[in-house]
Every structure is written in C-alpha cells, then in structure tokens.
C-alpha cells in the first residue's frame, strides 16, 4: 500500500489560512475589552506566539494576563473574560475545514489508510476540537500545545508516528509549509507535500513562509488522492 497514514497540518491545510481582516478585528476587539492600546498589545501578542504553541500559557486567560502585567495594566475579571470569549470566537470560525476537507479524508480512511495531524496550535484548538467535523475523522491529533513540542522538532513527528503504529516512511505529510514543517517532515522520512492554494488571503496573522520549497505542491486537498490512488 502506498502510504499508509496521511498526516495533515491544519491552518492553511485542512482549513484555509486565518484571513487578516477577521484577526485584525479579533485584536481591535479584543484591546476593546481590556481598554488597551492595540498596537502594544498586538506586538506582545504576536510575540507570544512560540510560547503559546509550546504551551507556556495553559489558557489563554494566563496569555492575556501575561501581556496585562508587562504592560502594568489591571483589567477586571469581565475584561479578561469578555477578552478571551472574544478569541475563542475568532479560532472557532477559523476552525471550519475546506470544502472539499471531509470528503477527501473520508475517501483515504475508506481504502484503509489512517490519517493523522500536527498542528502547532494554542490552547483554544484543542478546546475546541471535538465540536469540528474533522474530529471524529482523523485518527490521531498531535497539537503543539499539548506536547509541548512545535514543528520542525522531529519528536512531535516521530510522536504522531508511534501513535499511528507507522513508520515515517509509510508517512504522506501535507502542509502549507509554515514552521518549516515540510523540512521536518521529511528529515525524519516522511514525504511531504506542499499545498499551496491559489487566490487564497495569505495575510495571516501569524506565520506564512513555505520558503523556497523545490519538492511536491499540489493547489487544492483533492490532488492528494492522484498521490495516493493509481487511476
Ligand atoms: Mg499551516
């Protein structure tokens, strides 16, 4: 059998990039609650962003909080809590797989191939994973936040593997190449795969680069099945 597990990334990949407009007015409200200057809080914000994939803040009350004290701001509790409601909304709209996302992993799962994720993730993904419908889908979900692991790490790769049962050689890894995952991917065996899906908002809030990927791309989830299945 060609591959035998599938292993997705999810922002970019599964579900299209985090459009810019919406993150700008997940911060713009969010600085609202906590009547915070907005540019101060989305540099801290941003730069936080490591440390909530590697899950330095097991909720993203204590990221708030954090970013509060080193700007020696006091919000109450109804700022904090209006302020975090806020950012779960944005991650569960960005949560909505593509299109075609259910209909592809349903097509592998029916050949007998599993399929697994990795995503570097903050606290809220995995919050709210089991109301997706990618969920019941996909056999393992490895998130950053949980392993305390991010992408390119090989462990976080060689952890999906091991609880897939597979060998990272059996392994097809598609990404839209942020964190240097596809380098990864293929370090520890995998073949990776670049998605890269034309016209699509690329102004995502955090990370974006597929730097200078040379090996596979595909334009659209659909064009794993042609890697996968002889027709
Ligand atoms: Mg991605």
Not at 5 to 11: A, R
Not at 18 to 46: G, H
Not at 63 to 85: F, G, M, S, W, Y
Request: net charge negative; hydrophobic share 40%; with cysteine.
């Amino acid at each position: 059998m060609r591959y035998k597990v599938v292993i997705f990334d999810l922002f970019g990949t599964l579900v299209p990039y985090l459009c810019k407009q919406e993150y700008e007015n997940m911060l713009e409200e969010m600085t609202a609650s906590l009547s915070i200057s907005r540019n101060a809080f989305q540099k801290l914000w941003d730069d936080t962003f490591a440390e909530r994939a590697r899950g330095v803040f097991p909720t993203i009350e204590s990221n708030i909080l954090h970013i509060c004290e080193v700007l020696r701001i006091k919000p109450d509790r109804a700022q904090i809590e209006a302020a975090t409601r806020r950012r779960i909304e944005f991650i569960r709209r960005a949560l909505a797989p593509r299109e075609d996302a259910v209909e592809i992993i349903r097509r592998l799962k029916s050949s007998g191939r599993k399929i697994g994720l990795i995503s570097d993730c903050s606290c809220e993904v995995p919050l709210l994973w089991k109301g997706t419908p990618l969920s019941e889908l996909i056999n393992e979900a490895v998130f950053s936040c949980e392993v305390l692991l991010t992408k390119p790490d090989p462990q976080i790769y060689l952890l999906a593997c091991n609880r897939l049962s597979v060998s990272p050689e059996d392994c097809l890894y598609v990404g839209d190449g942020g964190s240097d995952e596809l380098g990864g991917a293929a370090e520890v065996g995998m073949s990776p795969v670049l998605i890269r899906v034309p016209g699509e908002d690329t102004g995502d809030g955090y990370r974006m680069n597929a730097g200078e990927w040379e090996g596979q791309t595909i334009s659209a989830l659909s064009e794993v099945l042609p890697l996968i299945f002889d027709y």
